[in-house]
């Protein structure tokens, strides 16, 4: 059984006199976490053409799992009783999920919403489920991850302002629901569980700032910056960022949700965001563009054909890049071969936790905002402005 988790939760370690860059340590029961860390998406409890062992491989020491789709399949009390998430994937590091809010808004078409949680469709077989504040926090009581996520609210971008302010007052709520269930109801795995909030607000500071004061007032151990992503400018989500981050708590980790690229990321991280999550390293990996230090490489541009040299990025030290040419890369994924998609994923992961890796290294020793301009000149030209991903599926 993993040992107790060690107190505090969070420790910051390091802060970026030129930014709002920071390090720290979250501490969990299946280990430590150092920040910013980047978590790969495993929407179905497992990261899509990667083994754990990969995982491990390639630097990663959290995942991220999807309460939506597992409450559908195979249904979380199943993985209860496999003994929680860690058991039934075979992974023994730290885990989150998230409330299943995202989905089920992001699938409005088959859901229905009223205050006491939403009513939707399955999108496997048509299966009414249902969702509420408590029964979020019961799923992912049987799915036992090590940070959970409260039931909010996520707003679509074209929603109205008053559809907006409406959509923060219900996330407040429901987020004490959710809190009050959290302290009610017992673990079902022999180790404790940590809840974050999630501050909505879309594009309004000032629903924002409304929203997240309320939620600072529940004391939670970490907080999440939701709603974003999904359709704003880059300039947008840059400011709205810094401004959400800038009210948080020093003293406890801010993850914001579903972003995005290597740029975004790293902008990001210069705005006070420990925690990323998004599909983006997973998903363009199976479309066959993979991220390098001097932007983004579509492998099947013809100019790969004859190109013998090993490797996506001569300085990567993956086992893609240590084996194989770009010619024999582009080869696999023009042929269809399943090799392709585990090799350009196991890349695109290991430069994501490669790029996180060398982010907390510049912090510690003073350097990041020197280190991250130079970067980000490298791969800005080449790099889509990006955005959250619903599944990575």
Not at 47 to 66: D, H, I, Q, R
Not at 115 to 122: A, L, T
Not at 231 to 257: C, H, I, N, V, W
Not at 285 to 302: C, D, E, L, P, Y
Request: charge should be negative.
């Amino acid at each position: 059984m993993p040992g107790e988790s060690q107190s505090p939760f969070f420790e910051l370690k390091s802060a970026d006199k030129n930014s709002g860059a920071r390090s720290g340590i979250v501490r969990t029961a299946h280990g430590e976490i150092a920040t910013p860390v980047f978590m790969p998406v495993g929407t179905q409890a497992t990261v899509k053409a990667l083994s754990p062992a990969e995982l491990e491989e390639c630097g990663s020491t959290m995942l991220l799992a999807n309460t939506y789709h597992l409450h559908l399949r195979p249904g979380d009390e199943l993985v209860g009783r496999a003994g929680g998430l860690h058991q039934f994937e075979s992974w023994p590091h730290p885990l989150l999920t998230d409330s299943g809010g995202f989905q089920v808004f992001s699938l409005r078409d088959i859901s229905k919403v009223t205050e006491d949680g939403v009513w939707f469709q399955s999108y496997i077989d048509g299966s009414k489920h249902f969702f509420s504040p408590e029964r979020s926090i019961e799923i992912q009581r049987n799915l036992g991850a090590d940070i959970i996520m409260m039931f909010d609210e996520c707003p679509p971008s074209t929603a109205e302002p008053s559809q907006v302010s409406a959509a923060v007052e219900r996330t407040v709520r429901w987020a004490r629901r959710c809190f009050d269930a959290h302290n009610r109801l017992a673990f079902v795995h022999e180790y404790p569980q940590s809840l974050f909030a999630i501050v909505q607000g879309g594009t309004d500071k000032v629903l924002r700032e409304r929203c997240g004061r309320q939620l600072i007032e529940l004391g939670t151990p970490g907080y999440a910056i939701g709603g974003l992503a999904v359709g704003e400018s880059t300039q947008e989500l840059y400011d709205l960022t810094a401004f959400t981050a800038s009210m948080l708590p020093e003293d406890k980790p801010r993850y914001l949700m579903g972003v995005g690229t290597p740029e975004n990321i790293l902008e990001c991280i210069s705005r006070g965001i420990d925690m990323f999550d998004c599909v983006m390293p997973t998903r363009n990996a199976r479309n066959g563009t993979v991220f390098s230090w001097k932007g983004k490489v579509n492998i099947r541009n013809a100019c790969h054909a004859e190109d013998f040299s090993r490797g996506i990025d001569v300085s990567c030290g993956c086992y893609t890049c240590r084996k194989f040419s770009r010619s024999y890369l582009r080869h696999l994924f023009m042929a269809g071969e399943i090799l392709s998609l585990r090799l350009l994923t196991l890349h695109n992961v290991y430069f994501y936790q490669e790029l996180m890796a060398k982010a907390r290294h510049n912090i510690a020793v003073g350097s990041f905002s020197s280190w991250s301009k130079t970067v980000l000149a490298a791969l800005q030209p080449a790099l889509p402005t990006a955005g959250n991903g619903d599944v990575d599926g």
